[in-house]
């Protein structure tokens, strides 16, 4: 395992449309396992393949342990993700990126989704996500079409910067610590 260099806002390649992943096997475990350990490393709730530079379509997700959650706590890898269904009503939210330190901004987004993907090794799954991890899941399927959170943002109001010292105990997609309420 290796933790891999993550690219910040500012480089094409987290503005390009990854490619379906069609190689399952030990290699792309490996790759996986690498982001996985790349999102423990910088705190992330999430992280797709493209924040690392590898155009496709993967990303992994983990949320903090919380007895309340049973989704918390796991480490998720979901390849070639798409949304089957989705909740009808919205709610906001508040994000962070890895790929954009420092910045947070409130996103609405459906509430729950259900997903479905492949394993590693190409085994379908689907998985019905609730609250953050619905979000999480949002964000970083996001990543895999270019698009960055900050693109859903249209009112000024709905982003901010915060300095890396000042912290809360909220919580967003990628970014699980120093998450600020809006001034
Ligand atoms: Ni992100």
Redesign the pocket.
Known sequence: MAIRQILYAGDPRLRQKAKPVKQFGPALKALADDMLETMHAANGL???AP?IGVLQRLFVAHLPKDEKDPQSGKDFVLVNPQIVQASPESVEGV??????PSWYGRVARPEWVVVKAMNVYGKPIRIKAHGMLARVFQ??M??LNGV??VDHIRRPEDLWQELPEEESKESA??AATAVAQPA
């Open positions: 999430g992280l797709a924040q994000e962070g990126c890895l790929s954009m964000h970083e996001d990543h960055l959170f997609p990628e």
